[in-house]
Structures are given as C-alpha cells and as structure tokens.
C-alpha cells in the first residue's frame, strides 16, 4: 500500500496483474482492494471503490483508487484536464541522440496496437510527452518521462516510433521477451490535488528493481 485515507487508496501495482477485470477471470487489482477494504473496516456486501485511471497489464507502479463517488468524480475532472503529473520509468533499447527532448505525435487505436497518424486524420489524437535520461549502460536507457496527456499505449509507441522500444515490449518493436510478459515500463509517481484538502499531494513508487541499480 502506497496510500490510504478515507477518500481514497493507491497501490504498487506489479506487472502482469489487471487493474480491472476481464473476460479472462484472472484476480484484478480491484478485486483484491475490495477485499481488503473489506476485511479491515468490516464491510458486508458490496465495497464501493472508483477507478479513476489504468496501467497497462504488463505496467507496474502507482495505481489510484477512489473509496467515495464524490472522491471518484473529483480526481476524474483532474485526469480528463490533464491537471495530474504523470511519472513514469522506462528503460529503452538504444540512446537517444537527445539527453532531453520530447516527442509529439498524432495516435490512433488499430486492430492490435496503437499506430502513428498524420494531424487530421480520421480518429487520430495529439499525444505528447518529455523525458530526461537518468542513465546509460549497455545499449540500454533509463529514462524519467513526463506525460502532458493520456493516451493508449502513448509511452509505448512514441518511445518505440524514435527508435527506442521498451524492454520487453515486443508488441512495439523490442528484440525479446521477458518473464510472464512484463515489460519495463512503472508509473514512478502522480501528483494531484487531494479530493477534499484541496492541497497537491504526490504519490510514489519505490524504483522498480530493474532501475534501481543502474544495472538492467
């Protein structure tokens, strides 16, 4: 647990567990929260418990929850104005020729994964993001990324369109898998302002274990 009060509850999620059911059947996030807001506070019946955004299954890091409507509706507005700072680690094949730089593309949703468009084109939407490099080793990259918007797949296929796919994430150009189909990709940390304080509060993740080190 990352986080708790009475309007809402954040989670290191792992990689490879939903955040929300699925035809599949497999344990969620959500379920597992439920029951333990269950058993802590004893609750009978039905937990309420609002979702507010996703990781990607095979994403870990910080995941928040809403444990009152109110506290789901308010934190919602914040993700769809873009008034949430969105954190995340990524370590990439590759170095880019930038230690700083951003990448600005228009997205669409295909059959199988996300693709680059031309601005105009029918369905396509402006995605945007900006990262720093924390270190290089190996052919490979750590990179700190900063989403300015909240797009499907967005880190994975802008970082896979410059030439630097995530490690693991053969979907968008990677060389190999990894174990159970993780990719190293974390949600590092959210700031955002707190339902009903009013005041920012940041949320992080301890440094997933292959970023911790430098050594990938």
Partial sequence: MLYE??????????????????????????DMIKEYIRKKHRKPGNVFLGLVHRLDRPVSGVVLFAR??????????????RTVEKTYWALVHGTPSQALGGVTSYLKIGENKVTLAKEGEKAAKEAVLSYSTLWRVKGKTLLEIRLHTGRKHQIRAQLSAIGHPIEGDVKYGAPWHLEQGSIRLAAKSLTFRHPTRRERITIEAPAPEWAATGKP
């Avoid at 506290?71 to 993700?79: G, W």
């Fill in 5 to 30: 009060d009475n309007h809402l509850i954040a989670v290191n999620k792992p990689s490879g567990v939903l955040v929300q059911g699925d035809a599949s059947g497999a344990l969620s996030m959500m």
């Fill in 68 to 81: 009152t409507s109110k506290a789901a509706s308010r934190i919602s507005e914040q993700f769809r104005s």
